[in-house]
């Protein structure tokens, strides 16, 4: 038997003005995907995203998330259908806490973001799960500090943490180690790497060790459309591929 | 992993920060005890006071909206207004004796046909900029005006609505002229509606008005019914900026085109930018100030008195950001670092 499809796209276009952002794409992910989504700055790797999770809408094509016609379904409905993504810039609340962040995404998941009769905190359950969260994390330390004064590398690792929060089907990653020193590079990589089996993920990821590191299959993206998809090896060995890239990086395992 | 039953003690912690944030504070009680000591300290100025409170309850209702859900508004006048009307009326015919003229009715009448009006308009405030915003609900505003204005026949028009009369507060309290019950009766509201609005933003509800404050594409991205959120707040806010009104129509037996002014959204956001946005107290303070310093300043110079006023907001806003709240924030972050340097 072959593996439940969990999201799809088909036919799927972005225009934005005259720019053709996404390109005809046509594309599918199965249950416990580990699939990365690769293409020089500018392919449209974000806009896809976007446009699958609702941000933006397209211009024409469709999706499907687990079998649901999901093309005019808000990111909103999305998220509750079971898709969850962090963000290329952070998206964060600067204002509150990482676990006032996480007890608010958990809230929203249960259906219980909008109970004003008791404080936050009084499902201990929550306050639990979100507890648990930060230490997956390794982030307990800043539990209760303002998102908005931690460093960096903590508000990239706070974003996967939101999206795990939401206990998806479906998670896609937009350069969740971008922008983070060397160092700290690895323990998001490593977070990733022990995300849930049964979670269908896409990585979008400049850095070719971490991609090679981290992939089952990859799809290249150039100027919007697929250009190539494989298995790494079939990816690394493609001379197409390294033409892509000439001139930004080298290709190798 | 190795025990399941009992959380760790980093759990143990975050529940108790968590939940201790929703404690009421020893500031808090000391405020609440010196506004019911006012009924004792300042005798004579009852009616200034009902006043501030009533001021206080329109803030609280701008804090809601734009200190905890970040939309701009200088709508909260006209719901401040159609509660003042909407008691009124109802106090006028129920003419002192029916049950139309019972206070506590009037003000979930006042309090509903704003919150009705206030959730119907609400739908233009979801979407556009904080500009649209501001002019959506400045152009809401001037409608209202327009038609108290308009339907004399109702509303006295210019020279306001006469022969406003509440029966006893829950029929045993009649209206005295000293402003004793007027006072009393206006407090009680205020703290009961703030206990409400305090237990409301202290809670997931709270909580996600915040998020939405903070970044919308986030709380989308989270699922968060953002529009249906803001349609709630807003009509909350609505609400209790109607019972402000009609809170101000009962104690002062009255309601004129002045209760639906434009500068009544205008003074109520002052208020709350003075006081500091975003701490449901900020409000309070700020109308205290406010009315305080127009009372005092008003003595000394009767002309001048919102030239000081404005200076006073200008060097506020410049030095110090998020208001007196803001001021006291800092300060006490500031000895606490000395403190713990020590
Ligand atoms: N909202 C928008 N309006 C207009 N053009 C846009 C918009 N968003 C993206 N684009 C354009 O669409 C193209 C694809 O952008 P996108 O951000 O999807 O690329 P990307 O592959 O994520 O790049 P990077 O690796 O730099 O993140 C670019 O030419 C970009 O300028
Ligand atoms: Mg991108």
């Known amino acids: 038997m072959s593996p439940r499809i969990l999201l799809e796209s088909r036919d799927l276009v972005k225009r934005f003005g005259g720019i053709t952002a996404t390109d005809h794409v046509t594309f599918s992910l199965p249950e416990g995907a580990r699939h990365a989504l690769i293409g020089p700055n500018g392919a449209g790797k974000t806009t896809f995203i976007n446009l699958l999770s609702g941000v933006l809408t397209p211009t024409s094509g469709e999706i499907f998330l687990d079998g649901a016609n999901v093309t005019h379904w808000s990111a909103r409905k999305r998220a509750h259908a079971g898709l969850a993504r962090t963000f290329q810039i952070n998206q964060l609340f600067a204002d509150l806490t990482p676990i006032e962040t996480l007890m608010l995404t958990i809230a929203e998941r249960?259906?219980?973001?909008s109970s004003w009769w008791r404080p936050v905190g009084a499902r201990t359950?929550?306050?639990?799960?979100?507890?648990?969260?930060?230490?997956?994390?390794?982030?307990?330390?800043?539990?209760?500090?303002?998102?908005?004064?931690?460093?960096?590398?903590?508000?990239?690792?706070?974003?996967?943490?939101?999206?795990?929060?939401?206990?998806?089907?479906?998670?896609?990653?937009?350069?969740?180690?971008a922008g983070v020193p060397e160092h700290e590079r690895e323990q998001i990589l490593d977070v990733v790497a022990a995300l849930p089996k049964d979670v269908a993920l896409i990585l979008i990821e400049h850095d070719m060790h971490l991609v090679f590191r981290f992939a089952k299959s990859i799809s290249v993206l150039v100027n919007g459309g697929l250009f190539v998809e494989g298995t790494p090896d079939e990816i690394a060995n493609d001379p197409r591929v390294r033409q892509v890239y000439l001139g930004e990086e080298e290709v190798h395992v | 992993m190795s025990n399941i039953t009992s959380p760790s003690p980093e759990a143990m912690r975050a529940r108790a920060v968590l939940l201790g944030r929703s404690r009421w504070g020893v500031a808090e009680i000391i405020f609440w005890i010196l506004a019911v000591a006012c009924y004792w300290l300042f005798p004579t100025k009852l009616s200034l006071l009902s006043e501030i409170a009533i001021l206080g309850l329109v803030a609280l209702s701008v804090d809601l909206v734009l200190g905890y859900a970040g939309i701009v508004t200088l709508g909260q006048g006209a719901f401040f207004g159609i509660g003042a009307y909407a008691a009124g009326l109802a106090a006028k015919f129920g003419m002192g004796t029916s049950l139309w003229s019972d206070p506590v009715i009037g003000l979930f009448i006042g309090?509903?046909?704003?919150?009705?009006?206030?959730f119907a308009t609400s739908f233009l405030v979801l979407r556009g900029s904080d500009m649209t915003r501001l002019m959506?609900?400045?152009?809401?505003?001037?409608?209202?005006?327009?038609v108290v204005n308009q339907m004399k026949w109702l509303t006295g028009g210019s020279d306001g609505l006469q022969g406003v009369l509440p029966s006893a507060v829950l029929g045993i309290w009649e209206f005295d002229l000293f402003g004793r019950v007027a006072f009393v009766y206006s407090l009680v509201v205020l703290f009961v509606l703030f206990v409400i609005a305090r237990a409301l933003v202290k809670s997931p509800f709270g909580l996600s008005l915040q998020a939405i404050k903070g970044n919308m594409l986030r709380t989308r991205a989270i699922g968060m019914p953002v529009n249906a959120r803001l349609v709630a707040v807003y009509t909350v806010a609505a609400?209790?900026?109607?019972?402000?009104?009609?809170?101000?129509?009962?104690?002062?037996?009255?309601?004129?085109p002045d209760y639906v002014a434009f500068h009544r959204?205008?003074?109520?956001?002052?208020?709350l930018v003075f006081g500091g946005a975003g701490h449901l107290y900020g409000g309070l303070l700020g109308s205290i100030i406010f009315r305080t310093m127009q009372d005092v300043l008003g003595n000394i110079t009767p002309q001048y008195w919102q030239f000081w006023l404005g200076v006073t907001l200008v060097a506020l806003v410049l030095f110090v950001r998020g208001g007196i709240l803001g001021l006291l924030d800092n300060m006490l972050a500031a000895w606490r670092r000395k403190g713990g340097a020590s």
């Open chain 2, 239 to 256: 609400f209790y900026a109607g019972v402000a009104g009609a809170l101000a129509a009962q104690t002062t037996q009255f309601a004129s």
């Open chain 2, 111 to 118: 309090g509903g046909v704003a919150a009705v009006i206030g």
């Open chain 2, 136 to 146: 959506v609900t400045l152009g809401v505003a001037l409608i209202v005006d327009e």
């Open chain 1, 110 to 113: 249960e259906g219980e973001g």
């Open chain 2, 265 to 271: 959204s205008a003074d109520a956001m002052l208020m």
């Open chain 1, 125 to 177: 359950d929550f306050v639990d799960e979100a507890v648990a969260l930060l230490a997956q994390l390794g982030i307990s330390d800043i539990a209760h500090a303002r998102v908005g004064q931690l460093a960096y590398g903590k508000q990239r690792l706070l974003e996967i943490a939101v999206a795990l929060a939401q206990k998806p089907k479906v998670l896609l990653l937009d350069e969740p180690a």
